[in-house]
């Protein structure tokens, strides 16, 4: 009985998926829920056009587009839509009248970290196969911020055919935060299997790992650039009892993200060279479309503050040139351009009231250089 209530509930997520995705819509030809005036638009972002929110409550982030340019897949905690309490991956056109999230991953554990594949297949981490309940976690230290490592994640594949997800990159260690490279030969992703938190490389044809980054510290959230010959990345590189403290702390399965800065090299992992040198964490990094500049997230000037607010910048590759690109005041991250350069996708706490909010939703903007 199992087997079967999961077989019609994938059956049921083709008919809704075909349903608003529509092959024969032209989902593209128009801009009109895009907004030039709206209070979702700050003073000094100047290379907005015009906006749209995407989704609309809970935690959802890590919005990233299809190769067609037609779709994001992102991950979302809101129960309205599906989720079961815990991050769980969902699709959308952001472009439909009709703003309508469909479920792809199986709707059990918890996920994170989901990519298109040029076939428009879907990557992504999920502990579902381990334990169908959502994974909790106690922080080691009260009021430390840290990133739980579940060694229960594994890298799996879906389609939109209806077909379960299969396991394609899997260990006895924390896999995940995985992303493909526009050629579509390589994944890159991050794991615990050398016994820190090193950046691996997955060729998709010969199933070949590669090694990329071997020095002390957090290696994570690479992305290709978009001739597939560079990768951008964050990482840590403690020194002395920082190192000590990042050592225990990933013996208990936490990082801790508050010293980053982002590093480029060519997909080999050689030729490293570090982009940011800032205070804080300085993330999310993705690589303008010119190849020659990187939009980042950074909290570099909330530390006073606290440092709770992040806002995308863009810098040249060797850091200068550092121009701020949001200006919400609120959490501006996870930047990701369309392949034809068009869009500009991210997640943020802004809103239309401006008022403080604790929701992440997903936003995407036309974007102009």
Known sequence: MKQKNKLVLLLLVVVLTSS?????????????????KTPLLFEGEKHFKSIRQVTFGGNNAEAYWSFDNKQLVFQSDF??????????????????????PVMISSGTGRTTCSYFMPDGSIVYASTHEHDAQCPTYMAPEKNKYVWPLFDSYNIYQVGLNGTPPVPLIASKHYDAEATVSPDGKY????????????????????KKLKQLTKELGYDGGAFFSRDSKKIVWRASRPKAQDAIDYKD??????????ELQVFVA??????VQQVTNLPGANWAPFFHPSGKKVL??????????????????????????????THSNTFDAFPMFSYDGKYLSFSSNRNVERKPSRETNVFVVEWVD
């Open 266 to 271: 060519d997909i080999d992992g050689k030729k």
């Open 20 to 36: 608003f995705i529509g092959k024969n819509e032209n989902t593209q030809s128009t801009t009109k829920h895009f907004q030039s």
């Open 249 to 258: 702390l990933l013996k208990k399965g936490f990082v801790q993200p508050k």
């Open 296 to 325: 980042f997230c950074s909290n570099h000037e909330t530390l006073k503050e606290g440092g709770r607010g992040f806002s995308i910048f863009m810098c040249n590759l060797n850091g200068s040139a550092l121009e701020k690109i």
């Open 79 to 100: 129960a309205p839509i599906g989720a079961n309490g815990c991050d769980q991956i969902f699709i959308i056109n952001p472009f439909l009248d009709s703003l309508r």
């Open 187 to 206: 994944i890159i992703f991050t794991s615990t299997r050398s016994g820190d938190l090193d950046l691996w490389r997955y060729e998709i044809k010969t």
